[in-house]
């Protein structure tokens, strides 16, 4: 009983409450330690016992979410987890809280099928994991300040205008999971208008991405969105993929592009960064640049090990700056990493083996 992850759920629904511990206590390693209506009560039982993990709603009465959230990270750090349903406010305070301090967003479980209730339960389950193993770190707001950007009409006629090679341009892929929210902002926000294009796989629930995305092309130089079946790929682009759905890397000619499909989960994951990288190894090769960065768990080791093999660049986040070192310690335990940077080294790294620097 003493090595469980002793978890706090705090919700005002008295069923989602039921529902989290019904699917945190079906794992043997986990346990709920207790459960709160509002921050409150949460406040007095963290004061008697402190969780290994905190699960979150941000929106309920007498204290909201990111106001107890702001409270916790001064006096008394722990884990947080944002359980939240999706709606466009739900979606901006989700956000508001990762910013301020939280590891991780999932969607409250809905009733529904019994393959949507198993998968609910393997998310919510590894977030708690992951969430457990990671450093709690200060809050650190995104910018929102807008950042300029090529106007469509300048993107096309450059790529118009590009002689066509015999071989593709180079594309950089990213695979990231729990504190990758704050670590993307920081790669994309370090890349050029002109950066090669990047195919990202973020850990993160459906519709969370599109607003993501949204987030980060307001504060990027180059245009991020959540990627959608068929979207060509070219400088200056990123696209993320959409949550629940695999993202995998396809070519056509010279050109790249994205495809986006449903599937099993690959890894415990969907999207799975696994896929991406397979793909980009059989699509793109020695032209493909890997990186993987913070999360827990092994999904992207064994794909990056197929980058490294097809002749592309790998690079592991380092364990000082990553949130949780799982998925980069996967990938360096298989020998499928070329270098093994700390995360603002890596943006420069990426942009040289792209070729985009002098």
Not at 104 to 122: H, Y
Request: proline share 6%; with cysteine.
């Amino acid at each position: 009983m003493g090595n469980k992850i002793r978890v706090l759920v705090v919700d005002d629904s008295a069923v989602m409450r039921q529902t989290l511990q019904k699917i945190i206590s079906s794992d043997p390693g986990l346990e709920v330690m207790a459960t709160a209506s509002d921050p409150i009560i949460a406040a007095d039982k963290i004061r008697r016992e402190l969780p290994d993990v905190i699960m979150l709603d941000v929106e309920m009465p007498h204290m909201d979410g990111i106001t107890f959230l702001g409270k916790l990270m001064e006096q008394c750090p722990v884990p947080v987890i944002i359980c939240s349903a999706f709606t466009d406010a739900g979606s901006e305070l989700a956000f508001r809280a990762l910013e301020n301090g939280a590891v991780d967003i999932i969607t409250k479980p809905r009733v529904g099928a019994r393959q949507f209730l198993e998968e609910a339960r393997v998310r919510i389950c590894d977030a708690i994991r992951a969430a457990a193993a990671a450093r709690v770190r200060r809050p650190c707001p995104i910018s929102r300040l807008a950042v300029p950007k090529l106007t469509a009409d300048v993107m096309l006629g450059r790529v118009a205008s590009r002689p066509v090679v015999a071989t593709a341009d180079k594309v950089v892929v990213v695979g990231a999971s729990t504190g990758g929210t704050e670590a993307l902002s920081e790669f994309l926000c370090a890349m050029p208008g002109d950066a090669p294009g990047i195919v990202i796989v973020q850990h993160m629930p459906e519709h969370f991405t599109r607003a993501f995305a949204a987030r980060l092309n307001d504060i990027c130089r180059v245009s991020v969105k959540e990627a959608e079946n068929g979207d060509a790929l070219s400088r200056g682009i990123a696209f993320i993929a959409p949550g629940n759905l695999h993202l995998l890397l396809k070519r056509r000619g010279d050109r790249y592009h994205v495809e986006v499909k449903d599937g099993p989960l690959v890894s415990r994951h969907r999207p799975s960064v696994d896929v991406l990288f397979r793909s980009a190894a059989q699509s793109a090769g020695s032209n493909a640049v890997g990186v993987i960065m913070t999360g827990m768990g092994d999904d992207g080791a064994r794909g990056m090990l197929e980058l490294k093999e097809a002749g592309a660049c790998t690079i592991a986040q380092d364990e000082q700056s990553c949130v949780v070192f799982g998925m980069p310690k996967k990938a360096i335990e298989l020998n499928a990493v070329h270098r093994v940077l700390p995360l603002e080294a890596i943006p420069a790294f990426v942009l040289r083996e792209a070729g985009s620097v002098p």
